[in-house]
C-alpha cells in the first residue's frame, strides 16, 4: 500500500474489513481487496496510482447509498471518502465548502446554523456526493434548482492523479459534467454550493385510500402543475401496517407561510383524507422525516424512470400494481420536477432530463433475502407494466445495474458530449465502476 498516507488502510483481515465493505443496499455484498479511508486528496492521489500501478478496480464511496452498490467492488481498492466531513459555510458569500464525505443532514445541520441551505435530497442519510454528481433532487428543487444546479465549484482528483479546481472559467468542460454525469470524470473531495436563505418549512402530508386515489392524484397534479416554485412535493404509493393501500403526498413549502396555506388549501381539505397534516417545521428536521423507513440492512431492489404525464391509464396501473406489492417497506414515488430545475436548459449542464415531469421509482425493500425472488419479480413486472407510461429517460441516481442501454438513457442527448469529456479526462476508464460513460474514440 502507498506511504505517506494520511488515512488508513482496512484489508481483510482487519476487524473493520466487514463493516467498511457494507453498503445501503443489503443485496449488495462485495469484497475488496483493500478499503482506503482517505482524509484529504494527497490520500485520493496516492490511492490512485496504487489501483493504476498494480492495475486493481477502483471504486469510489461517498455516503454508500447508491441502489447498485458501485461504491464498492470486488477484488480492487475502495476509496471511502466518508472522513472527509469538513463543512466550511461563509455566509456573507452564501456558499459553503463541503468534504465529499459528508451526508445530507449533515450538511444542512451547518448550513441552517446560518438560515441557509442548498438544494439536496429528502433523506438526510444520503451522501452528498454521489447525490450531487447525479443531479440531486429534493424540496428545494422547484424554488432553487438541484443540487448540480448550486454547485459552484468542485476539487476533483482526475484519473492522472492531478488536484484540479473545476469550476466555469477553470476546467468548464469538466465542470459541466460534474453536473449530472455521476462518477466518472474524476474523484471529488470537495464541493462548492450556492446557498439561499431557508427559514422553517411549511411541511406536512396529506393521505388518502386507494378509493380516492384516482380524482386524489389529479388534483396534485392540477395544483403542482400551476403551483409557484415554493412548494415541492413527492407521492408515495404505499401499504398500512395493515396492508391496505394510501397514497401520501408528502410537501414542502420554502416561501412564506401563509402565501403556502393558500395554495395547499384545496389539496389539504379535498375529500375525506385519512391522514392530514401541515404546519411549520425546521427545514433539517423535514428532511430527516423520512429517514426512519429506510433502515439498515434491508434488501433493495429499485426500477425507475421519467413520467411526463400522470394519464388516466397510468394512474390505473399503478394502483393496479400497488394492490400486489409483496412487501410493505416497499412503495412508488412521483417525484415532481419543475420550477426552476425545469426552466434551465438540457444542455446547460449534463443533467439532461429536464422537463416538468415526475421522478417514478418503484422501490422494493425486505428484510430477508427468502422474499427477494418475488420482490424483484414484482418490480420488473410493475416497471414492464408502466413502460409504455414513460419516457425513454431515467435518472441516473436510481438505476441498478440495468446495462448500457439504460444507462444511456440517463445521461440521455447529452452522452456523446460526456464521451468526450471522459475522453479527456479519464481515456483510460479508470473511474469504471459507475453508471459508466466510455470514453470517446481518441
Ligand atoms: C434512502 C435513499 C433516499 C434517496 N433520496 C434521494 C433524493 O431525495 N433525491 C435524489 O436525488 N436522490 C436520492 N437518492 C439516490 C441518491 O442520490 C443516490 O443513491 C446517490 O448515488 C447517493 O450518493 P452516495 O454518495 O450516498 O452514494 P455512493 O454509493 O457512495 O456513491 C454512488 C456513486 O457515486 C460516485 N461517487 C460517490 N462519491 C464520489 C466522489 N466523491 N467522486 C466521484 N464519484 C463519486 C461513485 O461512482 C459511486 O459509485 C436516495 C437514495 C436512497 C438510498
Known amino acids: 500500500m502507498p506511504t505517506g498516507l494520511v488515512g488508513d488502510v482496512i484489508w481483510p483481515a ?3 474489513y466487514d463493516s467498511s465493505r457494507v453498503v445501503f443496499n443489503a443485496m449488495i455484498d462485495r469484497r475488496p481487496l483493500a478499503v482506503l479511508r482517505c482524509h484529504d486528496p494527497s490520500d485520493v492521489q496516492r490511492g490512485i496510482a496504487y489501483a493504476r500501478h498494480h492495475d486493481l478496480p477502483l471504486s469510489v464511496k461517498g455516503g454508500g447509498h447508491n441502489v447498485a452498490g458501485n461504491a464498492v467492488c470486488d477484488d480492487g481498492l475502495v476509496l471511502d471518502l466518508s472522513p472527509m466531513k469538513t463543512a466550511l459555510v461563509d455566509a456573507a458569500k452564501r456558499t459553503a465548502r463541503a468534504g465529499a464525505g459528508l451526508l445530507l443532514g449533515e450538511l444542512d445541520r451547518s448550513t441552517q446554523e446560518h438560515g441557509l441551505a442548498t438544494p439536496l435530497g429528502v433523506v438526510s442519510l444520503t451522501g452528498i456526493a454521489g447525490l450531487t454528481l447525479g443531479g440531486g433532487l429534493g424540496w428545494l428543487n422547484r424554488k432553487h434548482g438541484l443540487a448540480c444546479d448550486n454547485l459552484v465549484g468542485a476539487e476533483v482528483v482526475t484519473a492522472d492523479g492531478a488536484v484540479l479546481h473545476a469550476n466555469t472559467d477553470t476546467h468548464p468542460d469538466l465542470f459541466w459534467a460534474l453536473r449530472g454525469g455521476g462518477g466518472n470524470f474524476g474523484v471529488v473531495t470537495e464541493f462548492e454550493y450556492r446557498l439561499h436563505s431557508v427559514g422553517p418549512v411549511l411541511a406536512g402530508a396529506v393521505s388518502h385510500p386507494l378509493q380516492a386515489a384516482p380524482e386524489f392524484l389529479k388534483l396534485h397534479d392540477e395544483l403542482v402543475a400551476s403551483a409557484p416554485d415554493e412548494l415541492s412535493t413527492a407521492v408515495s404509493l404505499a401499504l398500512d401496517p395493515a396492508g391496505e393501500p394510501v397514497i401520501t403526498v408528502a410537501l414542502c413549502w420554502c416561501g412564506p407561510h401563509d402565501d403556502g396555506n393558500k395554495v395547499l388549501e384545496p389539496l389539504m381539505s379535498h375529500g375525506r383524507p385519512i391522514f392530514s397534516q401541515i404546519g411549520p417545521v425546521p427545514y433539517t428536521d423535514w428532511q430527516r422525516g423520512p429517514d426512519s423507513g ?3 440492512g ?18 390505473t396501473t399503478l394502483l393496479d400494481c400497488l394492490q400486489t406489492m409483496p412487501s410493505s417497506f416497499s412503495g412508488i414515488g412521483l417525484q415532481h420536477m ?3 430545475a425545469a426552466r434551465i436548459a438540457s444542455a446547460a449542464t449534463a443533467f439532461a ?3 416538468e415531469q415526475y421522478d417514478m421509482l418503484i422501490l422494493s425493500q425486505w428484510a430477508g433475502p427468502a422474499d427477494s425472488e418475488r420482490n424483484i419479480a414484482w418490480t420488473r ?3 414492464a407494466a408502466m413502460e409504455p407510461h414513460l419516457a425513454d429517460a431515467v435518472y441516473v441516481n436510481n438505476l441498478g445495474d440495468e446495462g448500457q442501454t439504460r444507462v444511456q438513457a440517463a445521461y440521455g442527448a447529452n452522452y456523446e458530449r460526456l464521451a468526450e469529456v471522459k475522453r479527456r ?3 483510460d476508464n479508470l473511474l469504471r465502476i459507475n453508471q459508466n460513460v466510455a470514453p470517446a474514440p481518441a
Open 294 to 296: 429506510f433502515p439498515p
Open 338 to 340: 419543475g420550477g426552476a
Open 353 to 355: 432530463h429536464r422537463a
Open 14 to 16: 482487519d476487524d473493520r
Open 425 to 427: 479526462y479519464d481515456p
Open 381 to 383: 413486472d410493475t416497471f
Open 298 to 315: 434491508r434488501l433493495h431492489y429499485w426500477k425507475a424512470g421519467w413520467l411526463r404525464d400522470l394519464t388516466d391509464a397510468a394512474i
